[in-house]
């Protein structure tokens, strides 16, 4: 199944920033792995204030719980706020269609 997450990243006032940057840098890494399993399709950015991050993904997981602790393990969690989206696929979706031609 695929799901449209978006993820509000606000770091504490007073991280330090080498920790800022190792979780970052984490972060990148867990992502990487989840692109590898199948798990991560896209992400896009969200202009916020500064400071803040918004990130909206597409995620397959075979259910919410599965993505509930994907999103959970990423080394940036505790600092996000994560609002998740179940997708069904549509009848006129044009992807769809372009698989099923001859």
Known sequence: ME????????????TPVAEVK???NAEASAAAKLVDEGHLVRLWNRPVAPGDTRIVGLYR?????????????LPLSAWMQVTVTPLEPHP???AAAQVSRP
């Open 61 to 73: 997981a075979d259910s919410e719980t599965e993505l509930d602790g994907l999103l959970e393990a």
């Open 3 to 14: 799901y449209l997450v978006t993820m509000t990243t606000h770091v504490p006032d007073g």
């Open 22 to 24: 190792d979780r970052e």
């Open 92 to 94: 006129n979706d044009p």
